[in-house]
């Protein structure tokens, strides 16, 4: 929940009514969207809470930090080459 001095932020999922298409964007309101279909206004259906955006983005580093900081392994050239064989020359390896 956020800190009475910050301001609320949502997460808004939609519907549109007049073609169907389904989609969620993060507002600080609960408020109209357009359809990135067919322009038409639409009303969230329901809407979530969401941390306070500092919140929100520790939140994301910090899972983002787990999954970098298991263990690492060394691929040897062989590896490489073959990984590079399989999925072209876009490897990046650090």
């Keep these: 929940m956020s800190k009475p001095d ?12 007049q ?3 389904e989609w969620h964007d993060d507002w600080s309101a609960t408020c109209d969207d357009q359809c990135p279909n067919c322009d038409t206004s639409c009303s969230p259906v329901r809407s979530e809470d969401l941390p306070a955006y500092p919140d929100l983005l520790k939140e994301t580093f910090a899972s983002m930090a787990e999954v970098f900081s298991g263990p690492q392994e060394k691929l040897t050239e062989a590896q490489i080459a073959e990984v590079r064989k399989e999925q072209g020359p876009f490897l ?3």
């Design 92 to 94: 990046v390896v650090t």
């Design 19 to 21: 073609c169907g298409t």
């Design 6 to 17: 910050e301001p609320l932020r949502f997460r808004n999922y939609y519907k549109c009514p």
